[in-house]
Structures are given as structure tokens and as C-alpha cells.
């Protein structure tokens, strides 16, 4: 499957939209946020915040192998698409056994999980809605721009987002795809802010000039998550590990978690997981070696630190500003 999914990516690739960033050569998660900020700041700031309700699972074979044909004339490569499309997937029975089902053959709809040609064939029914959107003129009579990322959608528009969630919704229904009523919204700059790829796009007030500015900075519920798993791996069943090991797979999540929060303001973001990430690793070396009160004395900032090693985000906040100046 992955051979056959390597031939097919630069098949289909040579005409995708740009307007499509996953799952793609020299594209990310990154320039979608990218896009969405030069957007906003364009004008572009009626925003529908869209959400397919399964989407994976609810693409329809037979449209979706229609989009293929027209670049694929190999029936060999159609019939075994067709065989992946239809595979069936094994599952726990909850019992400790194995069972398998037909969900996807008996429905006709739905790309498998976890397989390598899974996103492209995601990609490539997308496709349709985004050329699709053009053809109608939409982009171009409601200013109404689209990025999207995999299964996440928004339409940045210049004109009514009420039009736009209207022809979107024909749009969508018209390709047999439903839309999260419950998760999808209209959001209006800057008075309010949506999130989009773990980012909050809204109005932000520099902290140095007071000037505000429409820009993507860390979502709180983004913070929160980070948050968590630096709980969990401080949690006090965890003690049993050395201190250098743990710090070592803090370090990692905080890296991690850096890499991707680069874009915008993260200083306030960076601050409160430092805040939070010494404070938490010390309350574990405390019970780890139970020493009783706060533990400031026998594990101070600079044993954290410089001894252990502990990654600070701020510094990185301070760089990254740097660097865009």
C-alpha cells in the first residue's frame, strides 16, 4: 500500500489546491495558520469555523474512486483501491477476542484508518468541495477564502459568512458529506476568536505598545493539554523512575510542544508552563525523596535547571522574537 501510495501522491499532487495543507509536500499545519493569519489581516475577517462530522468515515466510495479514475486509468490500481476501500477492520469484541467487520463494504462509505493512502484519499475529496467553491464563484463574489487542514475547515470571508455557511452547506450536502451543526460556527473579528489547529486567532494587545493586532497565539485549551501531560508524568506513581529520566521525557514534551507553538505571541503561553512545569517536577523530587514543605531549599531553581537539566520555554519566547524582528 505505501509503494502504491507514493506513485499516487505525485500523480494527484501536481493539481491540488493550495488551499489544502495537510498531508503535503512542503505544506503543514504551520503554513495553514500562516495563511489564516495573512488572511484576517487582509480583511478576511468574517471566519465560518467548519467541522465535518466524521469525515474519514463518512466519504462515499463511489465518488471518491470517480475523483481517482479521472487521473488513474490503471484498473488494476482502481480495483485495488477499491479492495482497500472495502477492507474490513478487526476489532476487540470486547471479550479479549477479535472480531471483524464490514462497515465500510457494507455502507459504501469511508476511508480505513491508520493506512498510508488514507490521507490522500481524504486530500483528494476535499478537493472537490474547494474546486467546487470556486467554480461557483464563491471565493471570488464573498471574498470567501478557504484553508483547510485534512478534516479541519475554515472560509475566511470578506463579505456575509451567513451567505457563505449557506452555499457551504448545499455544497457539502451535494458531496454526501455532514456538517457538525453543533461544532460549527460564525465567528466575527476582532470582537470575538476562533481556534484553529490548536491556535487562538483573535485580537491581541502588544504588551510593549499597547497596539492591538488581529494574530494566532496558543489556545488556552492547547495550554491546558500541555499542562496535563506534565501532570501525568509528574504524577506521584511515577516515582519510582530516576529524576534524569524523568526530566529527560519533560524536556521532550516541552520541545515538542515549542516547535509547534512558534507562530505569534507565546511569551504569556511559554510563562505559564514554566510556572507550572519547575514548581510540579520539585513536588515530585519532594515526594520521590520525602522531604517534607515546599522543597525550595533542597531543590532550588538552579538544581532544576542547570543540574537536571529542565528546559525553560521563556528564553525560547525571547529568540523567536528576536528572530522576527
Avoid at 470486547?94 to 472480531?99: D, L
Avoid at 470556486?134 to 471570488?140: A, F, P, V
Avoid at 499597547?210 to 488556552?220: D, F, M, N, T, Y
Wanted: glycine share 8%; proline share 4%.
Amino acid at each position: 500500500m505505501t509503494a502504491a501510495t507514493v506513485v499516487l501522491e505525485a500523480i494527484f499532487e501536481a493539481d491540488m489546491p493550495a488551499e489544502q495543507h495537510g498531508y503535503r509536500p512542503n505544506l503543514s499545519a504551520h503554513t495553514a495558520v500562516k495563511e489564516i493569519n495573512r488572511l484576517i489581516n487582509w480583511g478576511h475577517t468574517r471566519i465560518i469555523d467548519g467541522d465535518l462530522a466524521d469525515y474519514f468515515g463518512s466519504i462515499p466510495h463511489d465518488e471518491l474512486l470517480t475523483s481517482v479514475a479521472r487521473r488513474v486509468s490503471d484498473r488494476h490500481m482502481l480495483h485495488l483501491i477499491k479492495m482497500w476501500l472495502e477492507a474490513p477492520v478487526e476489532e476487540d469484541d470486547g471479550r479479549g477476542g477479535k472480531r471483524r467487520t464490514t462497515t465500510a463494504k457494507d455502507t459504501g462509505r469511508g476511508v480505513p484508518q491508520g493506512a498510508p493512502i488514507s490521507p490522500l484519499l481524504a486530500n483528494l475529496y476535499m478537493r472537490r468541495f474547494v474546486l467546487g467553491w470556486k467554480k461557483r464563484g464563491l471565493e471570488t463574489r464573498l471574498g470567501a477564502k478557504i484553508v483547510s487542514y485534512a478534516d479541519d475547515l475554515v472560509i475566511c470571508c470578506k463579505g456575509s459568512a451567513e451567505q457563505a455557511m449557506t452555499e457551504m452547506r448545499r455544497l457539502m450536502e451535494q458531496l454526501k458529506l455532514t456538517i457538525n451543526e453543533i461544532k460549527t460556527h460564525i465567528r466575527e473579528l476582532p470582537q470575538e476568536q476562533f481556534d484553529f489547529l490548536g491556535y487562538s486567532f483573535g485580537r491581541y494587545y502588544s504588551p510593549k505598545t499597547g497596539r492591538a493586532h488581529l494574530c494566532q497565539q496558543p489556545s488556552k485549551k492547547s495550554v491546558q493539554r500541555m499542562i496535563g501531560e506534565i501532570r501525568e508524568a509528574t504524577d506521584r506513581k511515577t516515582t519510582w523512575q530516576g529524576a534524569e529520566g524523568v526530566v529527560k521525557q519533560l524536556n521532550r514534551k516541552l520541545t515538542g510542544w515549542a516547535n509547534y507553538f512558534s507562530l505569534g505571541p507565546v511569551n504569556k503561553a511559554y510563562r505559564t508552563i514554566d510556572c507550572y512545569t519547575a514548581p510540579r517536577l520539585r513536588r515530585w523530587l519532594c515526594k520521590k525523596h520525602k522531604v517534607d514543605g515546599a522543597g525550595t531549599t533542597r531543590f532550588p531553581y538552579e538544581y532544576l535547571y542547570d543540574t537536571l537539566g529542565l528546559v525553560k520555554l521563556q528564553p525560547k519566547a525571547h529568540s523567536l522574537s528576536r528572530a522576527k524582528t
